[in-house]
Structure formats: structure tokens, C-alpha cells
């Protein structure tokens, strides 16, 4: 048994954070050998509970140390709810809330901040607007939670407006914030406020690390500008995977298959081992490249040389790229080859091609499997309608428009077999 509680907190200390996450058998270990544990240790089994799997662990030491008659502080809820944040539990947040309340406490921009963001990551939206609100004094974290909360909800325009707010205050965002609302941009394509960002990031000097970089690349390749998105690439210090594959993917969906492809092939050369998002960018490439013997290369030693098991998304590339190219029987074969059932996005690319190069016979079979797989969905009905219509056969076309109508088939946002 510890007699120097100062030694036995140090201990506790490396014994819990020491390893992430935390191996919590050592430092409960540990923590019952003190004979009268303060408020500060009680705090590090809190935050080591909360960084484990099970982050609601944290609140059993928050009831105990109450039933030692001990007064919890600012830190001890701030921990509390950053472990509900993470389960998420929205009900133990808010029980958490109350008992910050009902102790007394003044909530500061800390303690606020951890507010924000456990509604934020349990869906409460107005609760996290209530605790924004609320708050005499906000940080660029505050806002970064707030603005994270709204782009989690995909409320992509009021977190874009809350960012406009928190620049015409004078807050400068952090990196973080910084690439949230760098990823909101990329979703509504608003180039022109990506751009500004990234000006807003060089003439702070902030450094153009892996994350940031590879956000920016993103950004300019899902808005259309992929010239930047070269530029960016090119000048990052550091490239992780995942930004190579960004940049392969961002040349694919701009029509730069062969130039995709050679990106891969410096990849290969540098001898960076590629994941399962590089291939499907590749696949991807190939697919707009039209170079068909050079896809199914890839797709056939996707689990050989590279070690990735082939999922959903590559097999949508596979029936893209031979639905582009007409072999439409190519295209069904790989659909029946596939382990999983085939999705919405790769049974509509299919019907995609179907329409393309005038196969409504088989157009026909592949709607009714989009209907079967979303019976309320649009995106059969108006693929199978518009077949109709290329070929001349207006009245088939007239029936299915009146039976969406019938059955009260409502709208849906598009899809794609790849992004």
C-alpha cells in the first residue's frame, strides 16, 4: 500500500498513459493500493477509462469518488463528457451536464467546449447550439466544435456560414478546423471558398502538413480544379498513402486516366505499398482511360501482389469500365462473380451502360434489380423511363413515369458506382 500519495499519483500516471490505449488492469491495480485517493487521481482513472473502449467505465470512478465525499473539478467533467462524446451516450451526457450544474460550477470555455462537442457527437444539435450560445468567451476550439457538429450532421451550409462568422470576428481557425470545413467545401463543391482558405492557411504560415495537404488535394479535385490539386501535391513535404491515393483518385474522376496511371506506377517505384483506396482510384482510372486490359491486370492481382481483399468498390469499377466500353456480358459476368451482393450504385452503372450503348433488353432486367434492391427509390424507374426514350418507345416510357406517380416513388440523391 502506497503511504506518499504524491509517488503513488506519478506512478498511476505512466502506468495508465504509457500505452494507447490504456491497459486499465495496471493502474486499477495501482489506484487500490492508495489508501485515500484524491481528486487528482480519481481524474487520471476518469481520463484513462475514457480513452479505452469502453469510455463509460470512466463514470463507475466518478460515482465512487463522490461516495468518498470527494468535490469533482472543472477537469473531472471535462473527462466525464468526453467519454460520452465518445460511446456516444447522449442520456449520460446530459445526466453529466446537470451534475456540472448542480455542483456549482461556472462554465468556462473548457468545460463549454466539452459541452459543445459531446452534442455534437451525440446528434443534439440544439443543445449544441444552446451550450454555443451560452459561452462568455470562445476559443477557435469552441468554434471547431461547433463547426465539426454541423458538418457530422451534414449541415454543410450552416457550418460553412458559422466559419464565415468565426473569420469576421477575427478567430483564427486551427488546423483542424481548417480541414473540417476544407471537407465541407469538396461535399458542396464551393471552390471559390476553398481557395480562400487555403490563402488563409499560406499567409498564416501554417505548415502544409500530410493531413492538411491531402485535404487540400481533396478539395480542388472534387471541385474541378485538378491543376491546384497537382500543385498542392506536389509541394507537400510529406505524402502519406492516402494522399497518394487521393491524388490518383482526383485524376481519375477529372478524366486524367493515364495520368493516374502513372502516378501509380511512380508509387510503385518508390515502393510505397498502395491500400484499397489507391486501386480503386487506379481501377477508376482505367476505366475513364478506357484501357480495359489494363484493369482487369490490376483487379486480377489485387489480392496476390497487393495483398487487398476486392470489395464493392472495386468490382463497380470493373462493371464501369466494361460498361464504358460496351462488353455489357463482361459486364454481368463480374456482377455474378461478385462474393456480396451487388449495391444500387454498381447495378445503375450497369444500367448506365445498358442505356448508353442501347441494350434494352437487358437494361429492362437490371431496373428491376435496382427496384428490388430500393423498391422506393427513383433511380430504376427514371433509368429504365429514359431507356425507353432513346429508343423510341415513348408509350413503355409514359407507363413507367405514370407508375412512379402510382406507387408515389419519391426522390433520392444520385449515386455512383465509384464516389
Not at 460550477?105 to 467546449?113: E, L, Y
Not at 469552441?142 to 462568422?165: M, N, P, Q, V
Not at 464551393?190 to 491531402?214: C, K, P
Request: some cysteine; charged content about 15%; glycine content about 8%.
Amino acid at each position: 500500500m502506497f503511504l506518499n500519495v504524491f509517488f503513488a499519483t506519478r506512478l498511476l500516471i505512466t502506468a495508465a498513459f504509457s500505452l494507447h490505449p490504456p491497459n486499465l488492469p495496471l493502474p486499477y491495480l495501482l489506484f487500490n493500493q492508495i489508501p485515500n485517493p484524491d481528486v487528482f487521481s480519481y481524474n487520471i482513472m476518469i481520463k484513462a477509462s475514457m480513452l479505452t473502449s469502453n469510455p463509460l467505465s470512466s463514470l463507475s470512478f466518478y460515482h465512487n469518488m463522490l461516495l468518498q465525499g470527494l468535490h469533482p473539478n472543472e477537469y473531472t467533467f471535462c473527462f466525464l463528457l468526453t467519454s460520452c462524446s465518445r460511446a456516444p451516450a447522449l442520456q449520460q451526457g446530459r445526466q453529466v451536464h446537470a451534475h456540472f450544474i448542480k455542483h456549482g460550477f461556472d462554465v468556462g470555455t473548457f468545460a463549454s467546449t466539452s459541452l459543445v462537442h459531446m452534442y455534437g457527437q451525440c446528434g443534439d444539435l440544439s443543445d449544441v447550439a444552446r451550450s454555443f450560445d451560452g459561452m462568455r468567451h470562445r476559443s477557435n476550439v469552441s468554434w471547431g466544435a461547433i463547426i465539426d457538429a454541423y458538418i457530422t450532421r451534414g449541415l454543410l451550409s450552416d457550418a460553412l456560414r458559422l466559419f464565415a462568422e468565426m473569420r469576421s470576428l477575427g478567430v483564427h481557425a486551427s488546423n483542424a478546423t481548417l480541414v473540417s470545413v476544407l471537407s465541407a467545401c469538396a461535399k458542396v463543391q464551393d471552390l471559390a471558398l476553398g481557395r480562400m482558405i487555403h490563402g488563409h492557411a499560406e499567409v498564416r504560415g501554417m505548415e502544409l502538413n500530410v493531413i492538411l495537404g491531402t485535404t487540400l488535394v481533396n478539395m480542388y479535385s472534387k471541385c474541378g480544379a485538378i491543376e491546384a490539386a497537382m500543385d498542392v501535391f506536389s509541394t507537400m513535404p510529406t505524402k502519406s498513402v492516402m494522399s497518394w491515393s487521393c491524388m490518383i483518385n482526383g485524376l481519375a474522376m477529372n478524366g486524367r486516366g493515364q495520368a493516374a496511371i502513372e502516378l501509380f506506377r511512380e508509387m510503385q517505384r518508390l515502393r510505397l505499398e498502395p491500400n484499397s483506396a489507391t486501386l480503386v482510384g487506379v481501377l477508376n482510372a482505367c476505366s475513364h482511360a478506357g484501357l480495359i486490359d489494363d484493369g482487369f491486370a490490376y483487379f486480377s492481382c489485387l489480392s496476390d501482389t497487393y495483398r487487398i481483399e476486392p470489395n464493392v468498390k472495386h468490382y463497380g469499377c470493373m462493371v464501369d469500365l466494361y460498361g464504358r466500353a460496351g462488353r455489357l456480358e463482361e459486364a454481368v459476368e463480374v456482377v455474378g462473380a461478385m462474393p456480396m451482393k451487388a449495391d444500387a450504385g454498381i447495378w445503375g452503372a450497369l444500367l448506365g451502360a445498358c442505356r448508353v450503348h442501347g441494350n434494352t433488353k437487358l437494361g429492362e432486367l437490371v431496373a428491376a434489380q435496382i427496384i428490388k434492391v430500393q423498391p422506393h427509390g427513383l433511380s430504376g424507374c427514371t433509368g429504365l423511363s429514359d431507356m425507353y426514350a432513346m429508343d423510341g418507345r415513348w408509350d413503355d416510357a409514359v407507363g413507367v413515369r405514370r407508375m412512379m406517380m402510382d406507387v408515389d416513388i419519391g426522390r433520392e440523391a444520385g449515386w455512383s458506382a465509384i464516389m
